[in-house]
């Protein structure tokens, strides 16, 4: 995977043709799994047909590749209205004459084609957009986030299952303690070195905070039911006005895909039901009931800061990590990452992936909810579009960070952002509490 010292054009061609076909591969398994008729259908108001997101990977690809580094004319100009991700939303994109599969895979295809001659004869250097190919590498994260999208539209389908993948690997090291202390002190927070960060990652800067404890792990299913049995859903004391309100009007009782059946507590994941598995970091979570579980249990969620301090702070070297284990790409060793498997490892897993103070599971398995709003770092600069990330900064979004499983390694780093509104529970959501270290 590229890094800071990837120059040699050669090699930052190979690593870019790499991503591109990784993204490709993972779009074809996500969409060649089912029938057209599956493809065309919205399973979810909450989500895109299938057909969009495969024809809209093409359509982005095509625009800031070929058009705005290659000086490309359109392609297919009528159609880009109809693969605008602002001009629609979700709900209408079915009533839209979007391209049938077939025509959608080989307008794809055929901007891939043209993509690859463009990258042989690029010299990736002297353009904003060219430097260290970081438009290549713009487009390689844009359709793995299609693709985990699309991950989560399979999820909400109903239907037999048509996805498979190997379960991922047990904890094997024993109990853990609950949670680590952070000690206080400043740390570099955001990035201005990661080659294909977004605008959001940057700029990098110093930011000084107080002592606090982390969970070790993400909070688990086992955990979560004590919640659900404590009357934590029904108990307004745990919960924010707008979360209570939200609980009321949804009728929220439990994770999204859970049922209670015979006495246990199931789950649909991927058209399989199957028993809750109390190890595994629970899934499915809104920001609000993140929230009111880490009320009820005394703590609550880590700032953004916090999380990424101790996912990225080195205490014995005062710098900060790419990853917790380190700036050596991910690996399987390290975290459940890139749909190699199509759940949540149990918590405590992957020891290798571990932070230096102790903290598991920072990258991959579900994506972590803070307390932050989402909103620009200091000095915060548009690139190369404000509809990526400007757009959407103010108290409406919460900030995710971490990834899951669903992420691809190139769209997951210690650095990066995600965001989404407080009350959304289909993305592949957990989280981890914290609490103040200054009465200890």
């Given amino acids: ?29 996500l969409t060649d799994c089912v029938e057209d008729g599956e493809l065309t259908a919205q399973h979810s108001p909450l989500m895109s047909p299938l057909v969009w997101d495969l024809a809209h990977i093409g359509n982005q690809e095509e ?21 605008d991700a602002f001009e629609h939303p979700r709900a209408e994109r079915p009533s839209l004459p979007l391209l049938p599969p077939d025509q959608a895979r080989a307008y794809a295809h055929e901007v891939r084609g043209r993509v ?46 048509v996805l498979t993948a190997p379960p991922p690997p047990p904890a094997t090291d024993g109990p853990l303690p609950a949670e680590v202390l952070v000690p206080a002190g400043p740390f570099t927070m955001g990035t201005d070195t990661e080659p294909w960060a977004l605008d959001n990652e940057r700029p990098a800067h110093r930011v000084d905070l107080p002592a606090y404890w982390l969970d070790t792990t993400p909070v ?16 307004p ?37 199957e028993p809750v598995p109390g190890d595994e970091p629970v899934l499915h979570v809104s920001w609000y009931e993140a929230d009111a579980y880490a009320r009820w249990a005394g703590r609550r969620l880590p700032t953004e800061a916090e999380w990424e301090k101790a996912a990225r702070h080195d205490p014995v070297a005062d710098r900060s990590r790419r990853y917790p284990w380190g700036d050596e ?6 975290a459940n990452l890139g749909q190699r498997h199509l759940r949540p490892a149990p918590v405590g897993g992957y020891p290798a992936g571990r932070s230096p103070y102790g903290v598991r599971q920072l990258i991959g398995d579900v994506w972590e909810w803070t307390a932050s709003d989402f909103t620009g770092y200091p000095g915060f600069r548009v690139w190369p579009y404000k509809e ?12 995710l960070r971490g990834g899951s499983f669903a992420v691809a390694p190139v769209a997951c780093r210690g650095t990066f952002r995600n965001w989404d509104y407080p009350v959304r529970r289909q993305i592949f959501s957990g989280f981890r509490t914290a609490r103040d270290a200054e009465a200890d």
Avoid: C
């Fill in 1 to 29: 995977m590229l890094n800071a010292d990837t120059t040699d054009p050669a090699v930052l061609r190979e690593l870019i043709a790499a991503e591109l076909e990784a993204a490709r591969t993972r779009t074809a398994g």
């Fill in 116 to 161: 690859f001659d463009l990258l042989a004869a690029s010299p990736l250097e002297g353009a904003p957009l060219l430097d260290a190919g970081f438009a290549f590498g713009m487009i390689a994260q844009h359709e793995q986030q299609h693709d985990e999208t699309m991950l989560i539209t399979h999820q909400l389908r109903k239907g037999p299952a």
């Fill in 63 to 83: 625009l800031w590749l070929l058009r705005n580094v290659g000086g490309r004319d359109p392609m297919h100009p009528e159609i880009d209205p109809l693969y």
């Fill in 220 to 235: 688990s299913n086992a955990a979560y039911q004590e919640f659900i049995a404590d009357g934590g859903y029904r108990d």
């Fill in 329 to 334: 790409s991910p690996g399987p060793e390290h």
């Fill in 388 to 399: 990526y990330s400007e757009v959407f900064f103010g108290p409406e979004y919460k900030v």
């Fill in 237 to 273: 004391r745990w919960w924010t006005a707008e979360g209570w309100a939200h609980r009321q009007q949804a009728g929220l009782e439990a994770p999204l895909f859970w049922s209670r059946e015979g006495g246990q507590w199931l789950r649909r994941r991927f058209g399989t039901v």
